[in-house]
C-alpha cells in the first residue's frame, strides 16, 4: 500500500501535536539534536523555549502547568543535559504536578558502554516519576508519547520521563496516531465508596466543631465550586494548605488561613480543638501537622484523597474516601445537613485576632524602620487587584509571601511546596506566563533563591517574558539564618552573603529595574513594575534580620505556636 | 511494633526495569529484603514477584501500598505466614566418600522429605522442599557430618490460604476498568 514512512523525530512532532501541544521548553544537544532538527519544521507549530539550564526547563513546564492544567513538556539531551532535570522532576513528583520530560539518549547499540553523555536515565528516574520509559524503537513513539501524556495528567498528576535513543530518533516507521485513555493496572479514578461517603456525612451532621483542611487536590481536580457548595451548604470553616492557598478566594467568609509551620494561629490551634477533620486534597505534609504524636487527636477525621497510598500514611484516618474530589464533593453536599457553626468559626476570627495583634499589624504597617517583606507583598498584591498569580522561591520570601498574598482566582498560587526547591520560582514564572499571557505574574524570591537560577534572566530577555520579579533582598540566607538565630544560638554560619549589584545584572540582560531601601518609595516603585509592559525586576532591601512569625518550633505541636 | 516475617505477592506487566522500581521502595526505607522469586505468572505477560521480609506490619503494609501504586503494578497486597501456604527448595551438594563412609547420613536424607538427584564418584546433589526450619536444619545436620561441598537455598513461593479473586478475572473485570476513564 506504501504507506508513508517518517523518522522517529517526526513520529514524536505529529505525536505531541495530537496531544495538544503548544510549548516546549528546552535545550539541545548531541543525543536530542535530530528531535531539535525535526522542531526547526515545526516553529510555528511549538513555541520553542529556549532555557539556560535544563533545571530551568523543567520548572518552567512546572509552571506552565500548574497554571494552565496542562501537562507541561520540556526535551533536554541526554547525560548531563538528563542529570540537570532531576531537581525538577522531583520537584514536579512531591508537588504532583504533570510535566513529561523528553531525553536524549545514545544510541542503543551502545547502552551499557559508557557512551558519550550516557546515563541511566530511566533508572535514575524511577523512584521519582509516575513512570519512566526508554524508546528504543520509532514505531514505539505514537504509543509511548501517548501513554506518557495520558499517565501525566491524569489521576494525582506527575511527572514522566522518556528517555529516546538516538537510533529511533532517526530510524523510520509507519505512522497512526495513538489515543491511550486507559492502562490496565492503573485507576487514576477510584470509584469513591457510597458507604464512606454515607458515613462521613454522618459525621459531619453530627458534629458541633468540624474543620476542612484544603489542599492541592482541590485546584487539580478543578473542584472549586463543588468545594464552595459543601462548605456554604454544612457552614464549615475552611484552611488551605500552602499548596492549595487558591483553592479558596482569600476573602471568602469561611476561609479562616492557611496552615503549616508559618500558617495562622487560628487554623493551627482549632486543629486541637475541632471535633471533626475533613481533609480534601492534602497529605498531611509534617510542615502541616508539627509533631504528628499529638496532632488533632481529639477529632476524628474523614480524608478525602485520589491517591490510596496517602489514606492512613502519616494521621490515622476513621473515615477515608479514595476518590476524585470533584466527584467526591457533590455527593457529601447531596447528604449533609443544612448547618450553622458561627461560635465555632468566631473562634477561629479570636484567635487570628491574637496573632493580627501580635504579628500582621505589625508586618503590615511598621510606619518605620527598614522595610519588610510583609508589607511588600501586600502591596504588591493590592496593586495588582488581589489577581495575579503569586510565584514564590523557597524560604522566607516563600513563607511571607504566602501568608500576606491575597488569592481570588484558581490556578494562582505556584511555590515548591515539597521539595522546597530554591530556585524553583524565576523559571517557573516564566512557564507560567507563558501559558497565561493575559494574567499578571509576580515571582517574589529572596537573594539566595534568585541567583540558584538567575540565568534565566536570559530566557526572559530573548522571549520577552513579561515576568514581575519582586526581589526581597536581605543580604542572608534568611530562612537558614532565623533557624541559626532561634535555634542554634545566633551562629550565622554561612548565612550572610555580598550581593551584586543586581541593577546592573538586569540590565545586562535587558530588564528594567528599580531598587527601593525607603518605605515612601514603594507604592510609586510598585506602580511602576506594574505599568512597565515588560519584565520587571523590583529590588527592595528589606531589614535583614527579620523573622517569619508566627512559628511553630520543630517537633512542637501545631497549637504550639510562637510569635517571637 | 513488633517486627514479624511477611510476605508480599506483587503482579507486574513483564517489562523491563519493574524488579527495580520494586525494590526502589524497600531501599528508600532502608528495609532488607529476606528472600524475593521472580517468575511469570498464570497470565501471559504478567508477572508475579514473591518477597519476604521482617518488619512491621504499620511499615509494610506502607510500602505494599506504595508498590501497588505504580503505573505498571497490576496489585501487591501483604501476608504474614498463617495467611499462605509457602515453600523453598534448597539444593545440597554432598562429598560421596563422605555419604558412602557414614551411614547416618543417607538415613538421614531417607528420613527427610530430601531426595537424591544425583550420585557419582565425588558428589551427590540432594534436593528438599520444604520450609526454611526444615530446610536450615538439615543442612546443619549435614555441616555436622562434615559432608557438605555446597548450599544453596530458594526464596519462597507462597498462595494465599483465602480464596480470592484470579487475577485474570479482575483485569476482565468491567468495574475495574471504568475505572481508568474519567
Redesign the interface.
Known sequence: MGKEKITGCEALMRSLVNEGVDTVFGYPGGSIMPVFDAMYDYRDVFRGVLVRHEQGAVHAAQGYARSSGKVGLCIVTSGPGATNTLTGISDAMLDSTPVVVIAGQVPSAVLGTDAFQEIDFVGITQPITKWSYQIRRAEDVAWAVARAFYIAGTGRPGPVVLDFTKDAQVALTDFEPVRVDSVRSYIPYPTPSQSAIEEAAKLINGSKRPFMLVGQGVELGEAHKELVEFIEKADIPVARTLMGLSALPSDHPLCVGMLGMHGNYGPNVNTNECDLLIAVGMRFSDRVTGNVRTYAKQAKVVHIDIDHAEINKNVAVDVPIVGDCKEVLPMLTALVERASHKEWIESFRQLNAIEHEKVIEKALNPGEGPLLMGEVVRKVSEATGNSAILVTDVGQNQMMSARYFKFTKPHSILTSGGLGTMGYGLPAAIGAKIAMPERTVCIFAGDGGLQMNIQEFGTIMEQGVAVKIILLNNNYLGNVRQWQELFFNHRYSWTPMLNPDYSLVAKGYGIASRLVTERAELDDAIKEMIETPGAFLLHVAVKEEANVMPMTPPGASVNEMIFE | MEKKLYTIIVY??NIA?ML??VT?EFT?RMMNIDTITASSSSVEGVHRYTISLWGEEDSV??VT??I??K????KADYYTDNEIFFQEVALYKLSTPKVLADSYISRMIRHSTARVIEVNDNYTVVEMTGQTDAIVELYNEFVARDCILQFVKSGRVAVPRASQEKLSDL?FDE????????
Do not use: I, S
Open positions: 507486574t506487566e526495569g527495580n522500581q526502589a528508600r503494609h506502607k501500598k506504595r501497588a501504586k503505573v505498571d503494578v497490576l483485569l468495574d475495574y476498568k471504568r475505572k481508568a476513564v474519567k
